[in-house]
């Protein structure tokens, strides 16, 4: 199944807009994934500043192809995020954070992906997770990549995930193919991010993402140029809670959503229960970390309908 993008305007400094592909119409998850946002290329100045804004139940996954932004959260994390290392951050019950794009000469291209958490885990202390050093895939000749989260071939990434979850960066020279073994138990979803592909014969483009569902044991794609091709593959066991996504939050009820948003939005004042860092009670928002960006981002108003649970 081709899924296409979507355009979305993210509440940044530069009203920048991101190509979406999950959630979808047609497909609300691949997995625990519940969330693509493919960014750029563009230029640097037009690229990642968005302020203070808290997530909750989830866990971010930022992946770069170019480009340098700097991260920093209500956990203490400063951050420089570039290319081929991965930043793993773990809302559980409550964190902030803000992204600040570094000026340069090269282009910004990024993807952001959303992991929601299981039962069991949604209410962990947030942290973040920085891995510079990626294991590269035994892959043949005319392709590489590297493993960003879970197991393939044999390999394992250290990565902190939460339910069974596979992603991976696969580089292929123009006019190759490759059949990657992978768990067919997992359903499966490849980004292309740079170039045109076949996956498993069906033809994808650039910023669009084909899905496969379980019991598929292999995956095949073909890189039909001229370009060479650059995908994310992602995948994992099927996610079959029921959650409630709005805005920045993951969690199971209407009402708890209600909860968060005010938690959230009162923060300028006093944060009643501490859920996006510890301010000491009197403190902004923005002071709770040593933000550069200035300020922060309060929730939105809720839509006057009950948000229900969907799987
Ligand atoms: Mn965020």
Same mark, same amino acid.
């Given at each position: 199944?081709?899924?296409?993008?979507?355009?979305?305007?993210?509440?940044?400094?530069?009203?920048?807009?991101?190509?979406?592909?999950?959630?979808?119409?047609?497909?609300?998850?691949?997995?625990?994934?519940?969330?693509?946002?493919?960014?750029?290329?563009?230029?640097?100045?037009?690229?990642?500043?968005?302020?203070?804004?808290?997530?909750?139940?989830?866990?971010?996954?930022?992946?770069?192809?170019?480009?340098?932004?700097?991260?920093?959260?209500?956990?203490?994390?400063?951050?420089?995020?570039?290319?081929?290392?991965?930043?793993?951050?773990?809302?559980?019950?409550?964190?902030?954070?803000?992204?600040?794009?570094?000026?340069?000469?090269?282009?910004?291209?990024?993807?952001?992906?959303?992991?929601?958490?299981?039962?069991?885990?949604?209410?962990?202390?947030?942290?973040?997770?920085?891995?510079?050093?990626?294991?590269?895939?035994?892959?043949?000749?005319?392709?590489?990549?590297?493993?960003?989260?879970?197991?393939? =071939?044999? @390999?394992?990434?250290? +990565? !902190? *995930?939460?339910?069974? $979850?596979? %992603?991976?960066?696969?580089?292929?020279? &123009?006019?190759?193919?490759?059949?990657?073994?992978?768990?067919?138990?997992?359903?499966?979803?490849? =980004?292309? @991010?740079?170039?045109? +592909? !076949? *996956?498993?014969?069906? $033809?994808? %483009?650039?910023?669009?993402?084909?899905? &496969?569902?379980?019991?598929?044991?292999?995956?095949?794609?073909?890189?039909?140029?001229?370009?060479? =091709?650059? @995908?994310?593959?992602?995948?994992?066991?099927?996610?079959?809670?029921?959650?409630?996504?709005?805005?920045?939050?993951?969690?199971?009820?209407?009402?708890?959503?209600?909860?968060?948003?005010?938690?959230?939005?009162?923060?300028?004042?006093?944060?009643?229960?501490?859920?996006?860092?510890?301010?000491?009670?009197?403190?902004?928002?923005?002071?709770?970390?040593?933000?550069?960006?200035?300020?922060?981002?309060?929730?939105?108003?809720?839509?006057?309908?009950?948000?229900?649970?969907?799987?």
């Amino acid at each position: 199944m081709l899924l296409e993008p979507r355009l979305v305007k993210l509440s940044t400094r530069t009203g920048v807009e991101v190509r979406r592909t999950l959630p979808n119409a047609r497909l609300r998850r691949i997995g625990a994934w519940v969330f693509v946002d493919h960014f750029g290329p563009t230029a640097q100045t037009d690229g990642m500043v968005v302020a203070a804004h808290p997530h909750t139940g989830l866990q971010t996954m930022t992946w770069l192809f170019e480009g340098l932004v700097e991260h920093r959260d209500s956990v203490g994390s400063i951050q420089k995020i570039v290319p081929g290392q991965l930043n793993l951050m773990t809302a559980g019950r409550g964190i902030s954070h803000s992204e600040l794009s570094e000026l340069g000469p090269e282009a910004m291209h990024a993807a952001q992906l959303w992991i929601a958490l299981p039962e069991s885990t949604r209410e962990v202390a947030p942290s973040f997770q920085h891995l510079a050093a990626l294991p590269a895939l035994p892959l043949p000749a005319g392709a590489s990549g590297s493993l960003l989260v879970g197991e393939l =071939l044999g @390999v394992r990434s250290p +990565a !902190q *995930v939460h339910s069974p $979850l596979v %992603a991976a960066e696969l580089n292929l020279v &123009a006019g190759s193919t490759l059949t990657l073994a992978v768990d067919n138990t997992f359903e499966h979803g490849v =980004l292309v @991010v740079a170039g045109t +592909a !076949q *996956v498993n014969g069906e $033809l994808t %483009a650039v910023t669009e993402l084909s899905f &496969a569902p379980a019991g598929q044991a292999t995956m095949r794609l073909e890189a039909i140029g001229p370009e060479p =091709l650059k @995908v994310l593959l992602i995948g994992g066991a099927p996610f079959d809670e029921p959650i409630v996504m709005w805005w920045n939050f993951i969690a199971r009820s209407h009402e708890e959503i209600v909860r968060m948003r005010e938690a959230w939005n009162s923060f300028e004042s006093a944060d009643v229960d501490g859920r996006f860092g510890d301010s000491g009670k009197s403190e902004p928002v923005f002071n709770i970390f040593e933000d550069r960006v200035g300020g922060w981002i309060p929730a939105p108003e809720l839509p006057n309908v009950i948000l229900r649970p969907r799987v």
